[in-house]
């Protein structure tokens, strides 16, 4: 599991986001129970993620964040990244975001994306 420490905060609210690869909704449960093995992870508000298999399935859970699962849906179609699952981590900080929640979600995704093409 790869990881990328809280790169963003917005009132309150911290935001983190990892990446491993998957190629099955099996695969994808047991990356999110070893991410979850964290005691910061396991005590976050939302962890929000998605998967493009190359089978043609799309995965994704939105964990109480509703449509944030879909956002990281369409960014890995645009990138056409497959087999690579996202998860996008919130620990809310008490102030309600509305819709910059998406925003944050979407700035997460592109600095793991950026951090893979490195």
Known sequence: MRQLRVILTDRG???AVSGVLVDSRDAAKVGLKTL???KSYAKATHNTWAAVLSDGQILKNDDGEAGAGMVIVRM???QQLEDHMIE???WFGCTHLWGDRFRHVQSCVR???AALEV
């Open 13 to 15: 609210s911290k935001y």
């Open 36 to 38: 979850k093995r964290a």
């Open 76 to 78: 890995l179609q645009r």
């Open 88 to 90: 996008v981590t919130r």
């Open 111 to 113: 600095q793991y994306i």
